[in-house]
């Protein structure tokens, strides 16, 4: 394999097992048990559309009870209804994903009630989640939390940018999958015994 080919989105997936053949381009949410992963940005048409199907496929790969959480997107300002980004789209549809279809969700009390853990993108969409809902949520994180140390921790937001910015966004979220998934597995843990 040539050095071009390694760099490639899906060789990326798949080497950080994340991606197994055949690709899925339609993903399902359903869940076997209560719980969801709730990814959080600002109106749920770039990041976390992208992060929650990027999410739910790394979890389809794993064990029990991981598979049968569900995974959805919200946002801290979103509106009901808009259609996600078409950089969003074809940054997915490059790693062999496809979320043409969804639509963007306000955040809501139901939705962090029910999660599991809420992923955000910045410091800033946790601290507006904190203010927003009383008790304050406590099961809040950044997707890119538990990266080594040096790690950047935000995902910049890359609406109205071009398709390499949204192509940024979407690498910066694969490259977290493996350590929010091993957090994940401690959550999992906790929740079965």
Not at 16 to 44: D, E, F, K, R, W
Not at 59 to 71: H, K
């Amino acid at each position: 394999m040539s050095g071009s080919q390694s760099a490639q989105p899906e060789n990326i997936l798949r080497r950080q097992g994340c991606l197994s053949p055949p690709s899925v381009s339609a993903l399902g949410y359903s869940m076997a048990q209560p719980g969801s992963i709730v990814a959080v940005c600002t109106a749920n048409i770039c990041r976390s559309p992208m992060a929650a199907a990027l999410l739910s496929h790394a979890l389809a790969a794993q064990p029990e009870p991981l598979r049968s959480l569900r995974v959805v997107s919200a946002g801290v300002a979103a509106r009901s209804g808009d259609l996600v980004s078409a950089n969003s789209v074809v940054a997915l549809k490059k790693v062999g994903l496809d979320i043409a279809g969804q639509r963007s969700q306000p955040l809501t009390a139901e939705l962090v009630n029910d999660a599991v853990a809420l992923v955000c993108m910045t410091e800033s969409h946790r601290a507006l989640i904190h203010m927003l809902f009383n008790p304050p949520p406590r099961n809040v994180f950044l997707f890119r939390e538990f990266m080594p140390v040096r790690s950047e921790r935000e995902i910049a937001d890359p609406f109205g940018g071009p398709l390499d910015r949204y192509e940024t966004c979407r690498d910066e979220l694969v490259e977290a999958l493996p350590s929010l998934v091993a957090f994940l597995k401690t959550i999992a843990a906790k929740r079965t015994t």
